[in-house]
T-cell receptor
Framework: QKEVEQNSGPLSVPEGAIASLNCTYS??????FFWYRQYSGKSPELIMS????GDKEDGRFTAQLNKASQYVSLLIRDSQPSDSATYLC????????????FGTGTLLAVQP | GAVVSQHPSWVICKSGTSVKIECRSL??????MFWYRQFPKQSLMLMAT?????????EQGVEKDKFLINHASLTLSTLTVTSAHPEDSSFYIC???????????FGQGTRLTVV
């Protein structure tokens, strides 16, 4: 079992719709969770971080965390073509390490 | 957000030569930096953790003698790919986080092509 799993997609949504991206992780001791956006040929950029159960909203983005189910998601409201990118879920494991474990990413395509 | 600068953004080298990539934290001190490699359509794979003033910690399967890491100051880490071969062609990315912060910020990445 991979440590961090994502559906590779592509996930295709029409412009203006809500895009829902999902991620599961295997380490129950994980404390910190991150969503990154990566455009083709570019390095990842941090979109959201979440540390406690529940929802966290930032503009059009909402991160959701359920530690009991070992599940974290990202919702993008009012999707725009410029949101088309690969979204990477990253998890910081329990313990003193600052290492981030990345999922394989979900490719999102927003259709105009 | 924190700024991490990586140089060069791309490099082409001949097989057998060595290439050095620099990673700088511009507005904060980073005791730890991370080096990743990303092949096309794949996710980031952590290669090593660079620790200021001490030896780097390499992930399983990464040759420490081939990928030399030096973290001589709190703002600079370097990765040297020694005796590069075409299979080393990849996108190399560094990251660093502020002390006390678990969010990592990435450099722009370096696309290495070995011919």
């Amino acid at each position: 079992q991979k440590e961090v799993e994502q559906n590779s997609g592509p996930l295709s949504v029409p412009e203006g719709a809500i895009a829902s991206l999902n991620c599961t992780y295997s380490d129950r001791g994980s404390q910190s969770f991150f969503w990154y956006r990566q455009y083709s040929g570019k390095s990842p950029e941090l979109i959201m971080s979440i540390y406690s159960n529940g929802d966290k909203e930032d503009g059009r983005f909402t991160a959701q965390l359920n530690k009991a189910s070992q599940y974290v998601s990202l919702l993008i409201r009012d999707s725009q073509p410029s949101d088309s990118a690969t979204y990477l879920c990253a998890v910081k494991g329990g313990g003193a390490t600052n290492k981030l474990i990345f999922g394989t990413g979900t490719l999102l395509a927003v259709q105009p | 957000g924190a700024v991490v600068s990586q140089h060069p953004s791309w490099v082409i080298c001949k097989s057998g030569t060595s290439v050095k990539i620099e990673c700088r934290s511009l507005d904060f001190q980073a005791t730890t930096m991370f080096w990743y490699r990303q092949f096309p359509k794949q996710s980031l794979m952590l290669m090593a953790t660079s620790n200021e003033g001490s030896k780097a910690t390499y992930e399983q399967g990464v040759e420490k003698d081939k990928f030399l890491i030096n973290h001589a100051s709190l703002t600079l880490s370097t990765l040297t790919v020694t005796s590069a071969h075409p299979e080393d062609s990849s996108f190399y990315i560094c990251s660093a986080g502020r002390m006390g912060s678990t969010g990592a910020f990435f450099g722009q990445g370096t696309r290495l092509t070995v011919v």
